[in-house]
Structures are given as structure tokens and as C-alpha cells.
């Protein structure tokens, strides 16, 4: 170790060991974008094109063709958010033969998928 020019300074030049590199998963990965159905606005997670399509829908989006894409290519998990502007909640009251409300059936997804 040189001599430093000031008295007052000290230098260490210890080796506290080999800080490695951790290798991660590159066949995880998220996608943000339309699609015309699914849950809106939240993370979730697909595991196979079969598994998008009965969530998100078939292939109508450059979401779905990118999904696709992913998963030909050798990836096997993807987290998938829905969105989109002006979703509305779809739902009908039905009633009985009396004409009184009996039960309001709500869409399990927002949007126009849920009409």
C-alpha cells in the first residue's frame, strides 16, 4: 500500500471476500396491456398460453401475440395486468313473478366482455 500524502488519511486495502453475480429466472416476466376480458387493473399470473386464454381471452391483442410469443420461446411463468379506461361493472336484477327484485347477477370482469 503507498504511503498517503497526508498524515491524517489511512487507507485499507482488505479483501472482505468475492462478491459474486446471483443468477435470476429470465423465463419470468410481466406484461402490462388491453385485452378483452379478464380481471382489470391487477397483477395475475399465467402460466401457459391455455391458462391466458381462459382469463385474458384469445388471440385480439398485441398483448396476446407477445404472451404467445413469450411462451413459445421457452417462458413459464408471466404476471398479466389488464388496462384499459372506463371499465364498467356489468350487472342485471332479475325478479320474480310478482315483478319484485329477487336477485342482482353481476359479471365477473369489467368492461364489455361482462355485457
Not at 411463468?77 to 320474480?96: C, I, M, Q, Y
Request: with cysteine.
Amino acid at each position: 500500500m503507498p504511503p498517503s500524502s497526508n498524515p491524517s488519511v489511512y487507507v485499507d486495502d482488505s479483501q472482505r471476500g468475492v462478491k459474486t453475480i446471483s443468477g435470476v429466472s429470465t423465463s419470468v416476466t410481466a406484461f402490462v396491456g388491453c385485452a378483452r376480458r379478464g380481471p382489470a387493473n391487477r397483477a395475475t399470473r399465467v402460466s401457459s398460453i391455455t391458462d391466458f386464454h381462459r382469463c385474458f381471452g384469445g388471440l385480439n391483442s398485441e398483448l396476446s401475440f407477445a404472451i404467445h410469443q413469450f411462451f413459445l420461446n421457452g417462458g413459464t411463468e408471466a404476471w398479466v395486468v389488464r388496462v384499459g379506461s372506463n371499465f364498467k361493472e356489468s350487472s342485471r336484477v332479475l325478479t320474480d313473478a310478482g315483478g319484485a327484485d329477487s336477485l342482482i347477477v353481476s359479471a365477473l370482469d369489467p368492461g364489455e366482455a361482462g355485457n
